[in-house]
Structure formats: C-alpha cells, structure tokens
C-alpha cells in the first residue's frame, strides 16, 4: 500500500470532526454505564469466578466500537483523500557529435602529460559524460581513417573505445582529410537538428585519398559543423622522430608543425570555430568552450495528476458496519 505514502486531503477540515466523534462517544458510555448500571457489595466473588461472562455478552459490549471505527472511516472518505504524482515530460533536441581524432605517431609527443594522446583521451572522456543528451561516435585517423566507435546514445562504449586506442593501430602519416569524411560519413543519415565534428590533429595533411577542403565541402553539403583543434606547444616539443632496429620509439626534440591555416578554413567554411591548444590546462579549457557552444535544447514540462481515493475507506466502513449488524442481531441478539 504504498499509495498511503502519499495521500492528502482535499477537505482537511472533515478529519477534525474524528477526535470529537471519539471523545464524544466516551462520554456517552460513560455517562449511559454509570446510568444504567448500580454497584452493591457481594459477601464473596467466588460465584462470579466460577461463572465468567459469556463471549456473546463480552463481545456485545465492544459493538459499539465497531460503530465509531466506521463512522470514522466515513470521515476520512469525506475528507477526499487523494494520492498526487508528479511527473515530468522531458523534450530533448539532442546533437550528434563525431570525435575525430588523430592518433599518428606524432601524437606521443612530451609537450602534454604524459603525452598529446593521453591528454586528448582524458578531455574526451570528461566530454562525453558531460554530453547526456547527445549521440556521440569516435572516428581515429592517422595515415588512414578508421571509426572506432559509431554514433550512439550509449556512452559507456563510446568511452570504452576512447580508453583502448592506442599508436600504432593505424598506419602512420596525417591524412586530415580522411578524418574529417569519414567523421561526416558517420552523420550523413543523422536526423539530429545539429551535426558537429569536433577534429583534433597536432600536424600537417601529408597522407589520404581525400583532400581536406574536398571534405570540408561534403561536411558543408550535409550541414556538419566542424570545430577544429591544433594540439601542439609553440615552438619545440619532445617528440618521436625515428624508430631503432628494436622498434623503440627515438625522441628528440622538434618543431611542432600546424597547419592552422587550414584548420581555421575548414571551421570558418562549416561554421565552426578553430582552437589552439599547447598544454592540458588550454585543452581542457577548449572542450569546455565546445560545450557551451554546442548547447543541446532540454524543455521539461512538470505535471501533478491527482487521484481521488474515497473508495477504499468507504469500502472498509461498510464492511465493517456489516460485520456489525451481524453480530448484533445474530450472535448477541439473545443478550440483554
């Protein structure tokens, strides 16, 4: 019976009229007991243990009691009790939003800690949790294009595919390009009111079979809006630039290249905007931006639904009056 949590009253008032209806009832038998009933003094009880009272005269004295639950129980429908829920219609106007990340070699780079790539997964990550509405998918590209992750609503794979990409999974090179159609491949049949890519890369296009403004033109043909992010410190940066005959990485340090140029056009042209990040503070801040940016539209209406619950008191009351009659008229009848 959990609907008894939350009951209220309409008519609150009718419920004050219970206690009157006890308290005037205890006056009553008492008043009626002491009219009705003289004392006088026995030389001994004995005879009166010996011979207890019947059950039907012991009961017949707690029939009115019946009577005064039932009364009650009426004053309780009369009240109009009623059980509220609140409920609430949440409209969402959700946004689809493919990561496009690069995850070239160069991406291991010192500049970040520990590294480009890692910093780029972990700001992701907190990204996606803060995007509750929104479809999210994960495409990774280096020489070549991959989609770790299609565009869903279920965020924990989203994340799970983040978490596992690794270098070396795809054949090293920049194909910026490739990333971005592949990305815009990925919302082609997307119904949602907005289409974002957000495309992070540390280089310069050298690899693809895709130029990158050919495919900043299919992202302007389907409506994908494309922020753009330059990873990468000004200047200098620890970064990979060989592998020994072990196939260990060899660092040293190197200029960071950036075609900001072309970043700026592929978001100047989709409507994005370009960022530049050069430490995990700056990056973090940019993601931050993005999502202020990219706002996904929430109406919730609130409604209360009232429902009215008389009957079950008024059903019990009777059945208790019923059970009353009976036992007056049929099992105490013969009791004076």
């Known amino acids: 019976m959990n609907w008894l949590q939350h009951i209220t009253f309409a008519d609150k008032w009718v419920l004050l009229l219970i206690p009157v209806l006890w308290v005037a009832s205890a006056l009553w038998f008492w008043y009626r007991r002491k009219k009705l009933f003289a004392t006088f003094t026995l030389a001994s009880t004995?005879?009166?243990?010996?011979n207890p009272q019947p059950f039907a005269a012991r009961l017949k004295q707690w029939l009115p009691i019946f009577r005064i639950v039932a009364i009650s129980l009426l004053l309780v429908a009369l009240a109009r009790p009623q059980t509220s829920f609140n409920e609430e219609k949440i409209n969402t106007e959700g946004i689809d939003?493919?990561?496009?990340?690069?995850?070239?070699?160069?991406?291991?780079?010192?500049?970040?800690?520990?590294?480009?790539?890692e910093a780029a997964k972990a700001e992701a990550l907190k990204f996606i949790d803060a995007r509750k509405a929104d479809r999210i998918g994960l495409v990774i590209f280096a020489g070549e294009s991959f989609t770790q992750c299609p565009v869903t609503i279920d965020h924990a794979i989203v994340k799970n595919q983040l978490k596992a990409i690794k270098d070396g999974i795809l054949e090293d090179g920049t194909a910026i390009g490739m990333g971005l159609a592949t990305s815009v491949q990925r919302l082609r049949e997307s119904k949602a009111k907005s289409k974002v890519v957000i495309l992070m890369t540390d280089g310069v296009n050298n690899r693809g079979l895709i130029d990158p403004i050919t495919a900043t033109d299919i992202a302007m043909q389907f409506g994908v809006r494309v922020y753009t992010i330059g990873v990468g410190t000004n200047g200098k940066a620890y970064t990979p630039i060989a592998i020994d005959q072990s196939g260990k990485l060899i660092f040293d340090y190197a200029d960071v290249q950036i075609d900001e140029k072309l970043m700026r056009t592929i978001a100047d042209k989709t409507g994005g905007k370009y960022f530049r990040a050069n430490n995990n503070q700056k990056l973090e801040e940019i993601y931050k931006q993005i999502d202020k940016l990219e706002k996904t539209k929430i109406e919730v209406s609130a409604y209360q639904r009232k429902n009215?619950?008389?009957?079950?008191?008024?059903l019990l009351a009777t059945l208790i009056l019923a059970v009353e009659f009976l036992l007056r008229f049929f099992i105490t009848k013969s009791i004076p």
């Open 308 to 314: 009215e619950q008389f009957l079950p008191f008024a």
């Open 46 to 50: 004995a005879s009166i243990k010996n």
């Open 97 to 117: 939003i493919v990561l496009s990340m690069d995850v070239s070699t160069s991406m291991l780079a010192q500049d970040f800690k520990p590294n480009r790539l």
